[in-house]
């Protein structure tokens, strides 16, 4: 991909948005990582073709923006993001999800990135706030969240349905007057 294409960099990774034309390695990326991501994710993997033909349909309305965070030294991607729910008007909010693969956890890419993309909503979306909500045992989520810059503003009991349960959350949010 080239630089071009980029929303934002950083010193080690980049923001795009996703397209159809990483199919292969982003499918490839959650079936090697589905161990990793299962406890935390809603829905279905995005382990399949379709699956992620269906994922990034999603992106096609106003209401989400779907995003990958690559490595700059590769342009590999390391990791996935996407803003959800977005309700503008008196709001300009959205709902923050992302994830982290297991080639790639660990080495800062993920806290880059997000960074990139706090930067890129309140500037190019001109959205005022970012909620994230994450489950109180997801602790490198929760670290993860921290380091960007979000505070812990609540806790939502049977907040989602994962991986076969309703599953309690954390509610962690960033606004613009905070960066």
Same mark, same amino acid.
């Given at each position: 991909?080239?630089?071009?294409?980029?929303?934002?960099? %950083?010193?080690?990774?980049?923001? &795009?948005?996703?397209?159809?034309?990483?199919?292969?390695?982003?499918?490839?990326?959650?079936?090697?990582?589905?161990?990793?991501?299962?406890?935390?994710?809603?829905?279905?993997?995005? #382990? #399949?073709?379709?699956?992620?033909?269906?994922?990034?349909?999603?992106?096609?309305?106003?209401?989400?923006?779907?995003?990958?965070?690559?490595?700059?030294?590769?342009?590999?991607?390391? %990791?996935?993001?996407?803003i959800n729910n977005i309700v503008r008007g008196t709001h300009q909010a959205g709902t923050l999800g992302y994830c982290?693969?297991?080639?790639?956890?660990? &080495?800062?890419?993920?806290?880059?990135? /997000?960074?990139?993309?706090?930067?890129?909503?309140? %500037?190019?979306?001109?959205?005022? &706030? /970012?909620?994230?909500?994450?489950?109180?045992?997801?602790?490198?989520?929760?670290? /993860?969240?921290?380091?960007? %810059?979000?505070?812990?503003?609540?806790?939502?009991?049977?907040?989602?349905?994962?991986?076969?349960?309703? &599953?309690?959350?954390?509610?962690w949010a960033i606004t613009v007057e905070m960066v």
């Amino acid at each position: 991909m080239s630089a071009a294409s980029y929303l934002a960099e %950083g010193s080690h990774v980049a923001l &795009r948005r996703i397209s159809r034309r990483d199919r292969t390695e982003f499918v490839t990326l959650n079936r090697e990582s589905a161990e990793l991501l299962s406890p935390w994710m809603p829905g279905k993997s995005i #382990t #399949t073709p379709e699956a992620f033909d269906a994922y990034v349909e999603r992106f096609d309305g106003p209401a989400h923006e779907g995003f990958v965070i690559c490595r700059l030294d590769t342009g590999a991607i390391a %990791g996935r993001a996407n803003i959800n729910n977005i309700v503008r008007g008196t709001h300009q909010a959205g709902t923050l999800g992302y994830c982290a693969y297991a080639s790639t956890t660990g &080495r800062g890419y993920m806290t880059e990135g /997000l960074r990139l993309l706090v930067q890129y909503a309140f %500037g190019e979306l001109r959205l005022h &706030r /970012l909620e994230a909500n994450i489950q109180p045992a997801n602790a490198p989520s929760l670290n /993860l969240i921290k380091r960007v %810059g979000f505070q812990r503003e609540g806790y939502s009991p049977n907040f989602q349905f994962i991986n076969g349960a309703w &599953r309690d959350h954390e509610r962690w949010a960033i606004t613009v007057e905070m960066v």
